[in-house]
């Protein structure tokens, strides 16, 4: 399977779209900061990479 070229920015969109959330719809749930930090890591590592 081939990763698309803009995964990183897209991952980037989601975690964006989820911190906004999060707050705004009172989400909160154990593991939530983890996933959110996985998320902005993935995120990172992806942009890092294509460039």
Known sequence: MKLPKNLGMLL???WLILTGLIPLL???FSG???????LAIAAG?????IR
């Open 12 to 14: 980037l969109g989601i």
């Open 45 to 49: 590592v992806f942009i890092v990479l």
């Open 32 to 38: 939530l900061g983890t996933i959110m930090a996985i």
């Open 26 to 28: 009172s989400l909160n």
